[in-house]
């Protein structure tokens, strides 16, 4: 079979999978591969999990879809639980993590706009991504998303991750026009980097000062990769917005905007929807993902066999000429390499049995299901060790 009907918007590795169980997964020769990717982030409780599996087909038989002109009980269900775990206090509910991020911008324009500013300015961050919508990959940094897309939405500044000096010069150059900011709490794409240290908190104090919106795409730290519900518990702070996908649905579309009160309310009737958003299916499922997350004590596991993952990788990479760091949060694990590799993520499977991601050619990114065990992560230990050798 050839791809030869398809755009080449990915250069797929020539390695199919028929099942999935867990933190497994059979190609379709049956060989059995351990999943350190997840579908990037995505299926955080594992695969064909029975209590996903029972939820998806009960729903299927009663209800999936009845659009937004009626009022969905597993979406108000949904919305509960996420302001819950959250603090924040209202949710929208669209298909994933760009239409996400696009919510989360359209309340900044209307927050500028309530503030009688005319042209409100969103700040963002060097090596960002937020999606591949015109307004996220505007907000988004680096050539391979942005290239030939010109002229993109020009309403961003753009400062140092982690670098307040160059937030402040903003502040004093442009503070009568900045509405919000948008930034990753580990940028995930970019190679696993996290906020430096205070900078979260900080950040929030200034917005808090300047009545800015702080917004957190928290679509790949958010649902407990990093070892908490959402990244920013661990920093003891609360944005006013926070955009959730990829690990809500498990692999069924989900994205959700989430916003304090005051700032959810920016939304009435008639200014943001989406057709297929929060709908029957996709909301019993990410609640169903919630309560196994909670129930297996997943959260827990993640931080714990997260940091055995990080020691263990250290210890045996300890001094290797090749590695020039090894860092990350919970089950979010990168492995920058002094030069890029290739075909890693090949080898890696074929010789190995063992599914990583390589982001920006170098950066080996670790994004194993959160109910990896003791054993699997030796496992992984091995096979990353055994590649680089
Ligand atoms: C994956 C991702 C997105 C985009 O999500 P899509 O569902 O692909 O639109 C946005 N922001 C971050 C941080 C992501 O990891």
Redesign the pocket.
């Known amino acids: 079979m050839t791809a030869a009907c398809l755009m080449s918007t990915y250069q797929p590795l020539a390695l199919s999978f028929t099942r999935g169980l867990g933190t497994r997964l059979w190609d379709q020769h049956g060989r059995e591969y351990l999943d350190a990717v997840a579908g990037?982030?995505v299926t955080n409780v594992g695969h064909s999990h029975p209590r996903l599996v029972t939820a998806i087909s009960e729903q299927a038989g009663l209800l999936l879809h009845t659009s937004n002109l009626y009022s969905i009980d597993w979406q108000q269900r949904l919305a509960r639980r996420l302001t819950q775990l959250s603090g924040l206090d209202r949710a929208f509910f669209n298909n994933?993590?760009?239409?996400a991020?696009e919510a989360a911008l359209k309340l900044a324009r209307l927050h500028g706009w309530k503030k009688g500013i005319e042209q409100p300015l969103v700040v963002v961050m060097e090596n960002a991504?937020?999606?591949?919508t015109l307004g996220?990959m505007a907000a988004s940094d680096g050539p391979s998303v942005r290239l030939g897309f010109q002229r993109l939405p020009g309403d961003f500044l753009r400062v140092g991750f982690g670098d307040l000096d160059a937030l402040e010069r903003i502040t004093q150059q442009f503070s009568a026009r900045i509405a919000a900011v948008l930034l990753?709490p580990i940028q995930?794409?970019s190679g696993v980097l996290p906020a430096p240290p205070g900078y979260l908190k900080a950040l929030r104090d200034h917005c808090t000062r300047h009545g800015w919106l702080m917004m957190l795409?928290e679509?790949?730290t958010g649902i407990g990769r990093t070892g908490a519900w959402f990244a920013f518990q661990h920093e003891g702070i609360v944005p006013d917005v926070m955009t959730l996908?990829?690990g809500l649905g498990n692999g069924i579309p989900i994205?959700a905007c989430l916003a304090r009160a005051g700032v959810a309310e920016l939304f009435t009737p008639g200014s943001h929807g989406s057709t297929f958003g929060g709908n029957p299916l996709a909301c019993r499922v990410a609640c169903t993902v919630l309560d196994i997350i909670h129930e297996q004590g997943l959260l827990q596991n993640a931080a714990r066999q997260g940091e055995h993952l990080l020691d263990r990788l250290r210890i045996e990479l300890d001094g290797h000429l090749q590695v020039r760091a090894i860092r990350g949060k919970g089950l979010m694990i990168g492995i920058e390499l002094a030069s890029p590799y290739r075909d890693l993520a090949h080898r890696a499977a074929q010789e190995h049995g063992l599914l990583i991601n390589v982001t920006r050619g170098k950066i080996i990114r670790l994004l194993p299901p959160l109910t990896l065990d003791a054993r699997e992560v030796e496992m992984i230990v091995r096979a990353i060790t055994r590649l680089l050798d």
């Open positions: 990037v982030a994933s993590g760009a239409e991020n991504f937020h999606g591949r996220t990753e995930g794409e795409d679509i790949q996908a990829k994205g």
